[in-house]
């Protein structure tokens, strides 16, 4: 159930100042003058993709103009396949062909790939322009637009070029969340349980005591907005605890890597976030209950728990997958850095895993 009447404003202050996150319904029509209470110049692009184009991309552009600004609207292909270096070259043609100059700003509206695509773009056109994000997913909105990093893949791995691009404005529109897809909003849901494993247990008691029909999600979507918001104003640029937020991604990312990026990002965390749990309950960091737990919840949701379902069943897919594992960015020296859940609410980050260890954790979860 989505509801949320009025708008909600979260502040996040960043090295690079304080931006505001606006949370509510019919904002997509309001734009334009909440983009007005900050000083920015009047030409602008709405970098989006295909999907999102036909369905908000004039409605947002109308926004803007009503309110004087010049918007230009570019898209990218949809897909996680798609957020790479042709992508980033496509949005900076566009900002060109646009006249964006250093006076001109970057409207990311879309889900995660587009925030992140366009964000990078617009951190290394004319070194920086300054970036909006209007996240269309409930990930994007529960997680990707906050916190400023922006970036895409390499063939080689996942996320591997990227910078911090703090957003000037955050606007989450809930309307949006009627057009997407169950699989997509299964997908944000990943990204919220993650928030409250790592820094809400009553989140994640919420989730798990209601169905998804009965579930408040605006008020699970705060929530996590909260958590994110929490971590990266005390770790901007993950000196430490920010990379708590990767709860089952160095797993996840594996899995998106051997599959050429076919499985969505947050079916991925939903399976890394299991397999993190069984590698806790072997080594007796954690509970078995948590991750009966977890499953059920994710269940409940309809996300995989099972890694190797349904394109990674091959016997070459565990040998892959940890060699993805070596690749991921966040690997001390030779050995991934795991985030590993004790409880809801206390979750540790280690470096110090056996290999024979994770390997078994991945065997007992495929
Ligand atoms: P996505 O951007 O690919 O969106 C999923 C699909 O939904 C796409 O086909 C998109 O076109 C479509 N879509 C978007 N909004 C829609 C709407 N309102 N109605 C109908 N269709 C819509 O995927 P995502 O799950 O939003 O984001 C995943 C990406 O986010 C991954 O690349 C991941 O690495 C990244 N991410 C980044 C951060 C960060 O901090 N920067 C955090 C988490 C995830
Ligand atoms: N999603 C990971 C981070 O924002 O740090």
Redesign the pocket.
Known sequence: MISQHEDTRLIVRSPEGEYPIVLGRGLLDRVGSLARELALGERVVIAT????QP??AEQVARSLAAESFVPHIAAMR???EH?NWASVQGFVDSFIDAQLDRGGWVLAL???????TA?FAASIYMRGVPLVQV???L??MA??S??G???I?HARG??LLGAFKQPRLVVADLD??H???SR?LA??MA?IVKAGIIGDPDLFDMIESASPEDLELAGALLRAMRVKRDIVERDPHEAGERAL?NLGHTFGHAFEHCTGYAR???YAVAQGMVVACRLAVNLDLCDPSLEARLRSVLEAWNLPTHWAEPDLTSPEALPSVLSAMQTDKKRLNTRPRLILPRAPGNVIITADIPPESIANALEQTR
Not at 49 to 52: A, S
Not at 110 to 116: E, K, L, N, Q
């Open positions: 993709d295909t999907t999102v369905l908000y949809a897909g996680e957020k879309g889900g995660g790939v587009v925030g992140d964000g996240p269309t997913t990930l994007a997680d990707s906050i916190g990093k922006v970036g893949d996942k996320n949006t969340l057009t997407l897809p997509e997908c944000g990204e937020l969505p990002h947050g």
